[in-house]
């Protein structure tokens, strides 16, 4: 009778224990290729530090690019030139590109790139846009290739001057926008990949149109305003994710000493 009491009380302690983890397991580190948090203890000169820890390190351009308070921690506020912006380093597209997802919290007063690896190769995702019926507008612009160019925005104007988390995502099936939280707008995806044409290195704050890193920009209405938590996802995020990283939370991913993220974190404030 000990014996059965005992087994019944492990059981039940492993399913509370289960059932705690999994409801703080509400966003995952999988397939995070870039994380910017763009907080002070990442910014070293002009060297921007990828948190993700896949050592996508960031070149900061010009010298108008500055740190402020940001919606969660520090963030970097870009003049809207074409001469400020952040080369990405190493991350470069090739191959075509099964899933991705885009994230940013933006406070914005006009139209602005927010990243991009070409939106004529590969992607860009911006505030507003230059082609279509989203030219001069402020909508989320998540504009893909190929075979053909598929340009394409939400509903809701987010250049007012105030905090917007921003997400864009692609599964093969879909696209879609989300806007503080909520689903912005949807549309079934023009094709099953995104990409396949000339190789490409990405930036964020304006547009690219580079071969090699640091290389080529364009289109050049760079991002005038505060950029925070950049992340790139080779995977397409959930809703309920997109809900969580909507909260604005210091720390996002779960709690986990082991973890990449956390091991990250750690050297960095070791460093200092």
């Not at 105030?162 to 997400?167: D, E, I, P, T």
Request: with cysteine; charged share 25%; net charge negative.
């Amino acid at each position: 009778m000990k014996i059965n009491f005992i087994f019944r009380f492990l059981v039940l302690s492993l399913m509370f224990i289960g059932a705690v983890i999994a409801s703080h397991a509400q966003l995952s580190e999988e397939d995070l290729i870039i994380y910017y948090s763009f907080n002070k203890d990442t910014i070293k000169g002009d060297d921007v530090t990828d948190v993700s820890g896949n050592k996508n390190d960031g070149l900061i351009k010009g010298n108008q690019i500055e740190p402020v308070k940001g919606k969660v921690g520090d963030a970097l506020e870009f003049p809207g030139v074409a001469t400020d912006y952040i080369s990405v380093r190493e991350h470069q597209y090739v191959d075509p590109i099964k899933q991705i997802s885009l994230v940013a919290w933006v406070k914005a007063g006009q139209r602005g790139m927010i990243a991009s690896w070409d939106r004529s190769e590969f992607f860009r995702f911006a505030v507003g846009d230059d082609v279509g019926g989203n030219n001069g507008t402020t909508f989320v612009a998540f504009d893909t290739c190929c075979p053909c160019c598929h340009d394409w925005f939400g509903e809701t104007d987010v250049a007012d001057d105030k905090w917007h988390h921003l997400v864009a995502t692609f599964d093969g099936k879909e696209k879609r926008i989300y806007v503080d939280g909520k689903l912005d707008q949807k549309e079934a995806a023009p094709a099953k990949v995104i990409g396949a044409g000339a190789a490409r290195y990405g930036f964020i704050g304006i547009g690219s149109e580079a071969g090699g890193f640091d290389a080529g920009v364009g289109p050049t209405w760079a991002f005038s305003g505060i950029l925070d938590e950049f992340m790139l996802f080779h995977r397409a995020l959930s809703e309920k994710e997109v809900e969580h990283l909507a909260k604005g939370l210091e720390n996002p991913f779960d709690v986990d000493p082991k973890g990449k993220l956390s091991t990250t974190w750690g050297a960095i404030k070791d460093a200092k």
